[in-house]
Nanobody, 124 residues
Framework: QVQLVESGGGLVQPGGSLRLSCVAS????????IAWYRQAVGKPREGLAC?????FYVESVKDRFTISRDNAKNTVYLQMDSLKPEDTADYYC????????????????????WGQGTQVTVSA
């Protein structure tokens, strides 16, 4: 069964860091693009970063977030630094249809399955 499970969210102060994990099962994560997304209350889903053989970021997070993959653990990480209150959201990972982060990855339309999400709250 193809499955993605996120973890690592929590409460952090502004300026702090968190590392989110996306553990893949039922497939080899090295063979697929995997991306991170978030959705804040009342806002649409936002693509953040995509990992294939390369890394892609949206402009709003590219200087603060880092996506990486540990092939031995079949896990994709999102290291988030210099967190801001506006980063508060539910964070999700999803698998792409193939190995590339194609041009539309940030929309997430053809990505799936999706994990259950992990909540990140940035607050003093």
């Amino acid at each position: 069964q193809v499955q993605l499970v996120e973890s690592g969210g929590g409460l952090v102060q502004p300026g702090g860091s968190l590392r989110l994990s996306c553990v893949a099962s039922g497939f080899n994560a090295e063979n697929y693009a995997i991306a991170w997304y978030r959705q804040a209350v009342g806002k649409p889903r936002e693509g953040l970063a995509c990992k294939s053989s390369m890394e892609f970021y949206v402009e709003s997070v590219k200087d603060r977030f880092t996506i990486s993959r540990d092939n031995a653990k079949n896990t994709v990480y999102l290291q988030m630094d210099s967190l801001k209150p506006e980063d508060t959201a539910d964070y999700y990972c999803a698998r792409g249809p193939g190995p590339l982060c194609a041009g539309g990855w940030s929309g997430g339309g053809d990505f799936g399955p999706w994990g259950q999400g992990t909540q990140v709250t940035v607050s003093a």
